[in-house]
């Protein structure tokens, strides 16, 4: 279905001697990205720590815009990349960023996917933050010390990127269109996430238009990269935990944050599973609190059960360590257990953290 790609990123700013176009004042953007302190050295892109396919993507793509309006950009990642980045990535045949898990002070960088120190590249306090672009609520790192942020409570920070794409009035090659696909179905789940929003939808069905990818084959898609998503083979639980996990630092306190999911019938063994192994992500990251939502897959019932067979069914919250309990059980009542919370929504960690922070912050 589709044609192997590949979009090469890497360490040097002399390892790509192709042309890059010259920065044009033709809109507002541009004449603003003329002003920021670009230095002479390489500008490094980066999504969240433990990045998943949107961090992954949203780097990527954000770096060829820059790169097609000028400005020498390069895309990395601080950690290893999950299963289903890895999955997608071999699918649509494009190349991942390269590791570079650090900088030195003063590197200028460009943030996708998070706005939170803890999430960040080590170093990026004392580098030269020239950019963000990102769709969660703002964090620590604050909007206003950066000279640009665009930031919209949207389901994916790639449509965010495919609309900055289009106000340029900037061509998207198949292989770039390919990158910001994956991210969008990843983060939205194809459209089904609650914080999708309806310009998630424009771009997606832009996206699979050009690429001429049909609703059916985005749907079987979504199916296997959630399921590489949540394929546990061969990893101890702590890994299992830190599949798909983030840092947070509120009011001093330091909260990590893990996001999975399990079927129904295996819940009560899964959730012993994982919250014996949150001592150990304690210790290992050095936090005093650590949380983690687990999707409750049930069977589907529905006409695209073939397509989906499983689907969410409220989500679990489990807990670990002091003012944890208090602080789950006022955002979601009773725990059903020492350690474990329950609601009938289906809610993200996107949704959770913000409730987190305020009762932290009270």
């Given at each position: 279905?589709?044609?192997?790609?590949?979009?090469?990123?890497?360490?040097?700013?002399?390892?790509?001697?192709?042309?890059?176009?010259?920065?044009?004042?033709?809109?507002?953007?541009?004449?603003?990205?003329?002003?920021?302190?670009?230095?002479?050295?390489?500008?490094?892109?980066?999504?969240?720590?433990?990045?998943?396919?949107?961090?992954?993507?949203?780097?990527?793509?954000?770096?060829?815009?820059?790169?097609?309006?000028?400005?020498?950009?390069?895309?990395?990642?601080?950690?290893?990349?999950?299963?289903?980045?890895?999955?997608?990535?071999?699918?649509?045949?494009?190349?991942?960023?390269?590791?570079?898990?650090?900088?030195?002070?003063f590197t200028r960088l460009i943030l996708?996917?998070?706005?939170?120190?803890?999430?960040?590249?080590?170093?990026?306090?004392?580098?030269?933050?020239?950019?963000?672009?990102?769709?969660?609520?703002?964090?620590?790192?604050?909007?206003?010390?950066?000279?640009?942020?665009?930031?919209?409570?949207?389901?994916?920070?790639?449509?965010?990127?495919?609309?900055?794409?289009?106000?340029?009035?900037i061509e998207i090659d198949d292989t770039?269109?390919?990158?910001?696909?994956?991210?969008?179905?990843?983060?939205?789940?194809?459209?089904?996430?609650?914080?999708?929003?309806?310009?998630?939808?424009?771009?997606?069905?832009?996206?699979?238009?050009?690429?001429?990818?049909?609703?059916?084959?985005?749907?079987?898609?979504?199916?296997?990269?959630?399921?590489?998503?949540?394929?546990?083979?061969?990893?101890?639980?702590?890994?299992?935990?830190?599949?798909?996990?983030?840092?947070?630092?509120?009011?001093?306190?330091?909260?990590?944050?893990?996001?999975?999911?399990?079927?129904?019938?295996?819940?009560?063994?899964?959730i012993d599973r994982m919250l014996a192994?949150?001592?150990?992500?304690?210790?290992?990251?050095?936090?005093?609190?650590?949380?983690?939502?687990?999707?409750?897959?049930?069977?589907?019932?529905?006409?695209?059960?073939?397509?989906?067979?499983?689907?969410?069914?409220?989500?679990?919250?489990?807990?670990?360590?002091?003012?944890?309990?208090?602080?789950?059980?006022?955002?979601?009542?009773?725990?059903?257990?020492?350690?474990?919370?329950?609601?009938?929504?289906?809610?993200?960690?996107?949704?959770?953290?913000?409730?987190?922070?305020?009762?932290?912050?009270?």
């Amino acid at each position: 279905m589709v044609v192997a790609m590949l979009f090469t990123t890497s360490c040097s700013k002399n390892d790509d001697d192709s042309p890059m176009p010259q920065p044009s004042p033709k809109t507002e953007f541009a004449t603003l990205l003329q002003s920021l302190n670009w230095g002479t050295d390489t500008c490094y892109i980066y999504g969240h720590k433990t990045p998943d396919v949107d961090a992954v993507a949203s780097a990527l793509s954000y770096a060829t815009l820059m790169r097609k309006m000028g400005y020498n950009c390069k895309a990395k990642v601080s950690s290893q990349m999950n299963r289903e980045t890895a999955y997608i990535a071999g699918v649509f045949g494009f190349q991942l960023p390269e590791l570079k898990p650090s900088v030195q002070p003063f590197t200028r960088l460009i943030l996708t996917d998070h706005t939170d120190y803890a999430q960040c590249v080590d170093g990026a306090r004392e580098a030269v933050i020239l950019q963000k672009i990102d769709h969660h609520v703002e964090g620590d790192i604050s909007d206003s010390g950066i000279p640009f942020v665009r930031r919209e409570m949207i389901g994916s920070t790639n449509t965010i990127i495919y609309e900055m794409f289009t106000e340029q009035g900037i061509e998207i090659d198949d292989t770039t269109a390919r990158i910001m696909l994956a991210g969008i179905i990843s983060d939205t789940r194809n459209l089904t996430k609650a914080t999708t929003a309806r310009i998630d939808t424009v771009a997606l069905l832009a996206l699979t238009a050009q690429l001429g990818i049909s609703p059916d084959s985005v749907a079987h898609l979504d199916q296997y990269m959630n399921n590489a998503a949540s394929d546990y083979t061969g990893m101890t639980d702590t890994e299992i935990f830190l599949s798909d996990y983030k840092d947070y630092e509120i009011g001093g306190i330091r909260l990590g944050f893990g996001s999975l999911e399990c079927k129904q019938a295996d819940m009560d063994a899964f959730i012993d599973r994982m919250l014996a192994a949150m001592p150990q992500v304690m210790q290992l990251k050095g936090l005093h609190m650590v949380v983690a939502k687990i999707d409750n897959k049930v069977k589907n019932t529905g006409d695209d059960s073939d397509v989906h067979p499983y689907i969410s069914d409220g989500t679990y919250f489990i807990y670990y360590g002091e003012g944890t309990q208090s602080m789950a059980e006022s955002i979601f009542g009773p725990s059903l257990r020492t350690g474990v919370c329950y609601t009938t929504d289906n809610l993200s960690r996107k949704q959770i953290v913000p409730q987190i922070t305020e009762v932290l912050s009270k």
